[in-house]
Structure formats: structure tokens, C-alpha cells
């Protein structure tokens, strides 16, 4: 063992030291390092790695913490003896009689009852970021993070006072200064004011509408949504019901007409619909309240991309005018802190949050505490507020640079949105396969997202796109787009 090797990989993601330490435990457990032999001086393996001599004896040093090591003086580090106890060994290889048995699997085939896996979906490539044009949606400039605050804020929830708030298993509750901080501070800012046992923390907004699926909606519910809409919401209703009603939106959103007659629920973005971008006008959110008050259907309001109107007045929530508590809230964080938190919450009747946050028990318990925690510390010292403000001047310039290219090299084939947010809705001339042009673009090293699968229809129409602006640097914006553009002209030639 004092030849042992184990090359680093150089991941950027990890220290060296952290990096070290996981060959190292790989190997321990894996039996690789016997007990009975020294591994290598601190100075012989960083030699051989090269690396500091520090980085090798830290990473010692931890693992005789850990466990995995025990140092002898004047000796060296060895692995423990009993480190391995309890662990299996290799699995022997079938018998023939063994093998047989194990060809009569069950039929998974058969077995399953639902296909989750074969609806429509959005996607994207995992490394987006490390396309030169970026136009995807849903997802966050890297080094516009707040990583300073956010690391501070996870510090303190690391204090010793903040674990004893977090660490246990709570079962049911969320954060209470998670709460209070969503109550106080968030919802005002729509125009919600509620106590805090009609707010349940979710993981993100999806999580929110796959609760409320649950709770409420049978094989025999009728349901309208948003067509075109946004794709998980349609595919998590139709694990419920066949009975969903798509109703084309147009220039002010979903239309209040005899189309909601005789629905149950009603799903909406009215803030800023997805994906056309387009804000309800006060006139017809208030239509909408008073028609689900004549035909006795329940709005859910998903309050998509509400904090990042940074071009016109604030709009209210369209809960804020319910009167007759016919209006279920949803929001989520994901849009301005980073869309990997997944944090998110629910609004409605005491009733319902209660029943919804039983059924959250039997799926997860709750959302992880530290990671409340760390965001109710940042809600609460201004670091969100700062974060916004900040994206508000970066999404600005962008949402107008986006704009500009569009004019100039895609006249004609958009509506500029009027709210903000992160991304613009474009047609293209008739004729055009945006979902094979995703394909031939992203050999160009441009990736954007086809709007056939944000319809519900089984022939949708080819020519949309949307094109997010959220996670592609200013400058990069104007030469995406104009090849883009040629591209376009390419496949209509």
C-alpha cells in the first residue's frame, strides 16, 4: 500500500481535497485498502498526485475523524479493521436454476397503470450552460447568484440555535420563519394577506398543483386550462381525468365565456400566461371571479413569474380580489432564487392546507428544514429584495436587446411582453418545424424550445418557439438571434 495510486480527476466541481477523500472511501469500502497495510506517507502521495502535502493530510486527518482511519505514531494511517463489518460481500453469480427463475420477472409492461414517461415533455440538454447561445427557459445565469448571501444565510442555519430549529424530523410543519417570512413579505406584494395556517411550503410550484390534483380532481372533474399552457400542469390533470378542457387563450389571456360552463376547476396564469407571456387586464380577472361564483367552478392561480415585472405597473394576484374564496394560490421562489431549491407554497382555506399537508406527510414529510431555514434567513435579512432588484436591471436590458434582435431579424413574428419576465413567445412564418429546427440549431451550438409540446392538441401547430433570455449573457443575445434567423431561412428555402 505504500505504492498506492488513486489519480484525481480534477473535477471543478470539488476540491482536490474533497475529491481525495471520496477515492479514499471508495476504496476503503470497497476492500481495496487491507487493514493490516500502511497507506502512503502524506508526502509520497502528494508527490504522486501532485498536490500540496496539506491536501493529503487534511484529507487523512478527516477520514481518522470519520472513522475510516486510525493514525499509529511513528507508523502511519491505516484502515480501520472493523470498517467494513456488516457489509456484503460480492453477489455470487446466479445458479442456472436461479438464473431461470430470475427470466420469470414480473411484467412490468403490464403491471404499470399509468405512463408518466411517455407524455409530452419539455427538455433540455443537462450542460445548457455550456452552449454559446442558451435561449432556454426556466433556468438561471450562474453568475448572477447571490452566492455570498446565500453561503452566509446557510452558515447561520448551520448555527447551533438553527439546527435545533431544523434537524429534527417535524413531520408535518414548515419553517415557521419560513412562514412568517412568505406572510409578511411575499404576499403582500400580491395583495394576499392570510394567516399562517392557510400556507403550505412545497417543493416549487409543481408540487403545489400535483397536491391539489390529488386532493380534488376525479376521473369524472371537468377541467379547463390554458391552451396553449404549460405542459407539466396538462400532464399531471390527465393522470386524473380525461375530462380536460383546453380553451385557446388570446391577446388578454384565458376568455371568460360559455367554454367554462359546466367545469369544475379552472387552472390559470393571469399575471403572465404561459408560455405567451400576455397579462390579464383587471376587467375580465374580475369577470372570471364572478363567473366561477355563477357556475360554482374553483380557480387555481398559478402565479407564474410574479416578481420579475420590471416593465409596467404591478398587477394584483387574482386572489387578492376573491372575495367568495373561490381563488387556491400557487407561487414558487424557483424564478428568482435558483430554479434547484424547489421551493414553493400553497394558499387556500384552512380546510384544504390541512388535508393538503397530510397528503405532503404520506409523499415526503415536509421539505427539507435546512433548506427553509437558509431561504427564510435570506427573506428576511433583504437579500431576496436586493436579488430582485438586481435581476429587474439585468432582465431589463436583456428583455430589450431580445426585443431589438426579434424586430430586426424576425420581423413581425412577436408581441413584445409588456410584464417583463424571462423569455418571449415568437411565430414563425407558416410552414416552419420549430421542433426540427431545435434540432439543426442546437448543432450550431444554439439551443431553443420548440411551443409544440406547450399545446394540448394531438396535431399542434409547428411554427412556435420560446425563446428564454434569463440565462444568456446581454451580448450574446443580438448574434444568437440573427443566427437564428438564418436558420429559419435555411429550412423555408
Known sequence: MRDLLLPLRRNPERTLQ?????????????????????????????????????????????????????????????????????RLGAVPLRTEGEAAAFAREPDWQRRLIVRPSHQRNIERPRDWSRYPYPFVYGQIDHALFPLAAWRECSRQALGRAAVESWVDDVILEDDPLLVEQIRCRLLPRRGIFVDRDQILVTLGAQQALYLLARLLIHEGSVVAIEDPGYPDLRN???????????????????PVDDRLSGCDYVFVTPSHQYPTTVTMPLDRRRALLQ?????DFVIVEDDYECETNYVSEPTPALKSLDTGGRVLYVASLSKTLCPGLRLGCLVGPR?????????????????????????????????????????????????????EALARHLPNSFHTPTFGGTSYWVRGPEGLDADRLAVEARRHGLLIEAGSVCFAGPKPPRNFLRLGFSAIAAERIEPGIRLLAELVRRQLA
Open 18 to 86: 474533497a475529491e481525495l477523500r471520496e477515492r479514499l472511501v471508495s476504496a476503503i469500502l470497497e476492500g481495496q485498502i487491507p487493514p493490516e497495510r500502511p497507506l502512503p506517507s502524506c508526502r509520497s502521495l502528494a508527490r504522486r498526485l501532485g498536490v500540496a502535502r496539506n491536501t493529503v493530510a487534511l484529507a487523512y486527518q478527516a477520514l481518522v475523524e470519520e472513522g475510516f482511519l486510525v493514525s499509529r505514531p511513528r507508523s502511519g494511517f491505516y484502515v480501520r479493521t472493523d470498517i467494513r463489518r456488516g
Open 236 to 254: 399531471i390533470l390527465a393522470l386524473r381525468t380525461r375530462q380536460v378542457r383546453p380553451i385557446p387563450v388570446d391577446a388578454a389571456g384565458l
Open 291 to 295: 363567473w366561477a361564483e355563477r357556475a
Open 351 to 403: 380546510e384544504l392546507i390541512a388535508e393538503a399537508r397530510a397528503l405532503r406527510r404520506l409523499m415526503l414529510r415536509h421539505p427539507p428544514g435546512n433548506n427553509q431555514r437558509t431561504a427564510a434567513l435570506f427573506l428576511a435579512q433583504g437579500h431576496h429584495d436586493g436579488f430582485i432588484h438586481r435581476l429587474h436591471r439585468v432582465y431589463r436590458e436583456r428583455w430589450q436587446r431580445m426585443g
